[in-house]
C-alpha cells in the first residue's frame, strides 16, 4: 500500500470575525486525496505553513498543535484499523472512517437521494414532477451547505443535531435569502426524510425537535368583483394580450387551472340531457376528477377559439411565465393596482363566482377537484358584498323575534334613579 501523507492548512479566504481563520486537513494515499474540516481555527500569525501547525508557546497555538496532532493520531488509527481487513486503502475511505462513516452505513445525503428516487417513480401517478424538481433543488441546496460550512459532500446522522437544522435554517435566510415559504417547504423535504431516518433505525432522536416552522399567513388572491368587470369590459391594443385575457376569464369562470386548461380539448366537453354543456377532466396534480358545468361567457370563448388551436385543443396557449407577464400589462391598463397572477383566476372563481353568489363549499369542492374539502377553504373567502348580503338576511329574520327598546329603558331607569336619591335625601334630613 501507497504511504499515508496528513498535511493541514489555513482556509485563508474564510476569516472569522474574531481575525482566526478555520484550518483544513489533506489525507493523500498514492493517487487518491481528499480534504476535510478540522472544525478547528487559528490565528493566521501562527501558522507555519511548512510544519502545517501553530508555532510559540502561546495558548490558543499550543491549543491548535494539541486538536490536530490527535486528529493526525486518529487517522492514522483509522487507516490501521481499515488495513487490517484489506489490502488497499484509498483516502477517501480513510477519511470515512475516521469521520465515523462506514461504508455500510446510511448517510443523510445518500437517503435523501433515495427518498427522492422513490418520489420519482411515483410522478405520473401521485405525485407531479414540478414537485419532484422542487425535492432536487432543495437537495442540491443542502449539499451545498455541506459543502461550505463543512466541507464535506455527506454527513452520518450522529452529526445531524438540532443545531444543524438551525444552521442549515439560517443558511437558507442568510445566504440564499430564501423567502419565508420557499425555506418551510425545503425544511419540510429535509424533515420527511430525517423522519424517514428515525423510522429505519438510523436517527434515534428528531433532530427538528424545538424547531418552528415559520408559516406564512394566507393572503387572498382573488380579484375582486369590480377588478373582474374591469378586466372584462377593458379594450386591449394587441391580439396577444387578448388572448391571454379571454384565458385567464375561461379559468375565472371554471376554475380550472393553466395546466389542466392546457390539456383541454373537445373531447373534454359533453352536453347533458337538460343541453347544459359539462367539460370532464382529471386533475394532473393529483388525477382527481373533475366535472363543470360551463356558463355563458365560457362557452363564448370556447366558440371564440374553436379549430385555432392544434391538436384539437380548446385555446392556443402561451407557456405560464409568458402569460404572466402578459397578465401584468393586462392589470395595467385595466387599472388594476396589484399583482395579477393565472393562478388568480381559479381563487377568483371559489370565492367571487361560486361561493359569494350562494354555491355551497361542498359543491365548489367537487368543481374544483378537491379531495379534502380544507383544500378548498385556502381557495374560498367571502368577499364583504357577501357577508353584508347574509347579514342583512340575517337581520330581516331577527326584527320580529327580539323586541328592545332602548330609549324606553333609558326612561324608565331615570325615572328608578330619580325616585332612589329622593327618598335618600328625605333620609338625610336632620
Given at each position: 500500500?501507497?504511504?499515508?501523507?496528513?498535511?493541514?492548512?489555513?482556509?485563508?479566504?474564510?476569516?472569522?470575525?474574531?481575525?482566526?481563520?478555520?484550518?483544513?486537513?489533506?489525507?493523500?494515499?498514492?493517487?487518491?486525496?481528499?480534504?476535510?474540516?478540522?472544525?478547528?481555527?487559528?490565528?493566521?500569525?501562527?501558522?507555519?505553513?511548512?510544519?502545517?501547525?501553530?508555532?510559540?508557546?502561546?495558548?490558543?497555538?499550543?491549543?491548535?498543535?494539541?486538536?490536530?496532532?490527535?486528529?493526525?493520531?486518529?487517522?492514522?488509527?483509522?487507516?490501521?484499523?481499515?488495513?487490517?481487513?484489506?489490502?488497499?486503502?484509498?483516502?477517501?475511505?480513510?477519511?470515512?472512517?475516521?469521520?465515523?462513516?462506514?461504508?455500510?452505513?446510511?448517510?443523510?445525503?445518500?437517503?435523501?437521494?433515495?427518498?427522492?428516487?422513490?418520489?420519482?417513480?411515483?410522478?405520473?401517478?401521485?405525485?407531479?414532477?414540478?414537485?419532484?424538481?422542487?425535492?432536487?433543488?432543495?437537495?442540491?441546496?443542502?449539499?451545498?451547505?455541506?459543502?461550505?460550512?463543512?466541507n464535506v459532500r455527506d454527513l452520518p446522522f450522529q452529526s445531524v443535531n438540532p443545531a444543524f437544522v438551525s444552521a442549515y435554517d439560517l443558511y437558507l435566510r442568510t445566504d440564499l435569502k430564501i423567502g419565508r415559504s420557499t425555506i418551510t417547504r425545503m425544511m419540510g423535504y429535509l424533515h420527511r426524510v430525517l423522519k424517514s431516518a428515525i423510522n429505519s433505525g438510523h436517527l434515534r432522536q428528531d433532530p427538528f425537535v424545538g424547531y418552528m416552522f415559520a408559516y406564512v399567513p394566507i393572503v387572498p388572491k382573488f380579484l375582486s368583483e369590480k377588478e373582474l368587470k374591469r378586466m372584462i369590459a377593458t379594450p386591449l391594443p394587441k391580439s396577444n394580450l387578448n388572448l391571454v385575457r379571454d384565458v385567464f376569464l375561461f379559468s375565472a369562470f371554471t376554475g380550472i387551472s393553466f395546466s389542466d386548461l392546457r390539456n383541454l380539448t373537445e373531447r373534454n366537453l359533453a352536453q347533458a340531457e337538460d343541453g347544459t354543456w359539462w367539460i370532464h377532466s382529471a386533475r394532473q396534480k393529483t388525477g382527481t376528477p373533475f366535472h363543470v358545468p360551463l356558463l355563458e361567457l365560457p362557452l363564448e370563448l370556447i366558440e371564440k377559439y374553436r379549430g385555432i388551436a392544434k391538436n384539437g385543443r380548446l385555446f392556443p396557449m402561451y407557456s405560464c411565465s409568458k402569460t404572466n407577464i402578459y397578465l401584468k400589462r393586462i392589470a395595467e391598463a385595466c387599472g388594476i393596482r396589484r399583482r395579477v397572477t393565472f393562478h388568480q383566476a381559479r381563487h377568483t372563481y371559489a370565492s367571487v363566482v361560486t361561493l359569494s353568489q350562494g354555491v355551497p363549499l361542498d359543491t365548489v369542492r367537487e368543481l374544483m377537484g378537491h379531495r379534502d374539502w380544507r383544500a378548498t377553504r385556502i381557495y374560498a373567502h367571502l368577499t364583504h358584498d357577501k357577508v353584508s348580503e347574509d347579514m342583512g338576511r340575517l337581520q330581516k329574520r331577527l326584527d320580529d323575534k327580539f323586541d328592545y327598546n332602548p330609549l324606553a329603558e333609558d326612561a324608565m331607569s331615570q325615572t328608578t334613579i330619580s325616585k332612589t336619591e329622593a327618598g335618600h335625601n328625605k333620609r338625610m334630613k336632620p
Open positions: 500500500m501507497d504511504e499515508l501523507n496528513v498535511t493541514f492548512y489555513l482556509k485563508k479566504n474564510e476569516e472569522r470575525a474574531d481575525g482566526t481563520m478555520p484550518i483544513l486537513g489533506r489525507i493523500r494515499i498514492g493517487k487518491s486525496m481528499v480534504q476535510f474540516s478540522t472544525k478547528v481555527y487559528a490565528i493566521p500569525e501562527l501558522w507555519d505553513v511548512k510544519s502545517g501547525r501553530a508555532v510559540g508557546k502561546s495558548k490558543p497555538a499550543t491549543a491548535v498543535s494539541r486538536e490536530l496532532d490527535r486528529i493526525n493520531v486518529d487517522i492514522r488509527s483509522a487507516c490501521k484499523n481499515l488495513l487490517a481487513k484489506k489490502e488497499n486503502v484509498s483516502a477517501m475511505e480513510v477519511k470515512n472512517a475516521f469521520q465515523g462513516i462506514s461504508s455500510e452505513q446510511e448517510t443523510l445525503i445518500s437517503l435523501y437521494e433515495k427518498c427522492n428516487d422513490s418520489f420519482y417513480k411515483k410522478v405520473g401517478i401521485s405525485r407531479k414532477m414540478a414537485t419532484y424538481k422542487q425535492y432536487c433543488v432543495a437537495l442540491n441546496h443542502l449539499k451545498d451547505f455541506l459543502r461550505l460550512r463543512y
